[in-house]
């Protein structure tokens, strides 16, 4: 057992050391082991990489085909998965988001006698999500029962401090019963991630070494489950964007890398009460080639700033310009900065060097441009995939049989029965006869939809 970190700044190549021990490992000992772990929205673009450059790397590069039976890179979940699929964990149901609002929901309706500050809350838009997310936060940050009931007795007797104490009651009630209804029924991901830890506790992991990187947070059950695995694994390595270690005293709140310096103290510290061997922490100095200097030079420029001490200009005769990395626009709205955007993506494709898929567009609040995004860039003829999480709530089915039942209860009011027709899922049959090929008849009934769209648009 023991743990190493490997630190180095956003631009150092950490994959490309850890890369090339797993190269030595897999070619020294034809038993070991090795699992990479990432998070779970880069576990495919993770797993294509680390075999491409791992297919670089002697003697993996006289292979034609590059693939790895000992060497897994999985997430946290899919980890899970592997060491307990012939176990009787997930054999139960697991229930999805909406499923659990709608526990929620019922919980709150049935115990709304015995709530003081929550009572008919149920009936207030959002609230059952917002009290869904944090049921699952406290149950990802192993916040018990028992810790709610301690909170509520040690608090103190000052107006917002009773205020406070009637609402933790209320949630106190709310959270037992929920984790009652869940407990013996249906499996979650927590319950998994417990399930999980307890496993490894019981194996034998001497040959397997554990790889964690692009992490700069863990839950509370994650760094369980990373505790586990030092004691259990041969070695568990960490790579965190880090320019130094915090063994003794956590970062300040203002430091660059405060995130990922407090999860290092968490973890150093775990290791040390737990009388696991740290070993000397690898700071990685090697620059990423995926990084252009003009970045490099930002990003020096950035962690200096950030140092709340003056700045050195000596090297500023040797900065280079940002023109062939680095460009920043103004625009006068959103839609001009979008439909800007849009025009240098088709420049970049119509140069024969890109793909749509090489681009990626980031911003800061997705929600502020997804209403303009779509129509510029279909404007434009640029496929996009927005990766943002549709709420369930919008579904045209949902807003169909919300509406047919809302008609039944409110005796056919005109705004139900607009709202149900123009979900577009009931269409009044016509008499044409649709023909037997396939596109003729699809563009038939499309028109007949648009059609009939048309007619409730001039209605309303």
């Known amino acids: 057992m023991g ?37 779970d ?43 307990l699929q012939d176990t009787d964990l997930f054999v139960k149901p697991q229930l999805s988001a909406s499923g659990l609002s709608m526990l929620v929901r019922k ?45 509520i007795m040690h608090l103190g007797s000052t107006p917002q401090e009773a205020d406070f104490q009637l609402k933790l009651k209320d949630i106190s009630l709310l959270y037992q019963a929920f984790d009652q209804a869940l407990a013996g029924k249906y499996i979650e991901t927590e319950d998994i991630l417990t399930a999980l830890t307890e496993k490894i506790n019981e194996m034998d992991l001497s040959d397997t070494t554990i790889y964690i990187e692009s992490f700069f947070r863990f839950t509370a059950q994650e760094q369980a489950l990373v505790v586990a695995l030092m004691k259990s694994a041969k070695q568990v390595t960490v790579a965190l964007t880090l320019d130094k270690g915090y063994p ?25 009460s737990e009388n696991i061997p740290v070993a000397p922490d690898r700071v990685i100095h090697q620059l990423d080639a995926a990084y252009c200097e003009e970045l490099n030079q930002l ?14 200009d000596s090297s500023s005769q040797q900065q280079t310009s940002m023109e062939n990395c680095i460009e920043v626009w103004a625009g006068e709205n959103k839609q001009a900065e979008v439909a800007h955007v ?35 860039f279909n404007e434009n003829g ?29 005796n056919w009011r005109y705004a139900d029965v607009m709202r149900f027709l123009r979900t577009e899922l009931f269409i009044p049959q016509s008499d044409t ?28």
Not at 117 to 145: N, P
Not at 390 to 395: K, P, R, S, Y
């Open 342 to 376: 849009a025009k240098e993506i088709r420049k970049l494709v119509k140069s024969g060097h890109y793909r749509y898929q090489d681009i990626l567009v980031l911003t800061r609040n997705m929600d502020d441009y997804l209403t303009i995004l779509d129509p510029i």
């Open 382 to 410: 640029i496929e996009t995939f927005i990766d943002s999480a549709d709420v369930m709530n919008q579904h045209p089915l949902v807003e169909f049989l919300d509406a047919l039942l809302m008609i039944k209860r409110k």
């Open 248 to 272: 003794t005293e956590k970062p300040e709140l203002h430091e660059l890398f405060q995130a990922a310096g407090e999860t290092y103290y968490q973890l150093y510290q775990s290791a040390r």
């Open 299 to 312: 990003e020096d420029f950035w962690v200096e700033t950030n140092k709340l001490s003056p700045i050195n």
């Open 41 to 83: 929205h880069i576990k495919f673009e993770a797993e294509m990489t680390v075999l491409k450059r791992l297919g670089e790397i002697p003697p993996f590069n006289e292979k034609t085909l590059m693939g790895m039976m000992h060497l897994q890179v999985f997430s946290f979940s899919r980890l899970a998965w592997f060491w």
């Open 433 to 460: 006869k649709l023909p037997a090929e396939r596109d003729i008849r699809v563009r038939i009934m499309q028109q007949q939809v648009n059609a009939f769209r048309e007619h409730i648009d001039v209605t309303l």
């Open 107 to 151: 919980l709150l309706i049935q115990y709304e006698e015995q709530l003081t500050m929550y009572r008919g809350e149920v009936r207030k838009a959002g609230f059952v999500e917002q009290l869904t997310d944090l049921f699952t936060e406290l149950r990802t940050g192993r916040i018990t029962q028992n810790d709610l009931t301690y909170l």
């Open 3 to 39: 743990l190493q970190f490997i630190l180095g700044r956003i631009n150092r190549d950490k994959r490309g050391a850890m890369l090339d021990e797993i190269a030595e490992t897999l070619t020294n000992n034809k038993q070991a082991k090795v699992f990479y772990l990432v998070p």
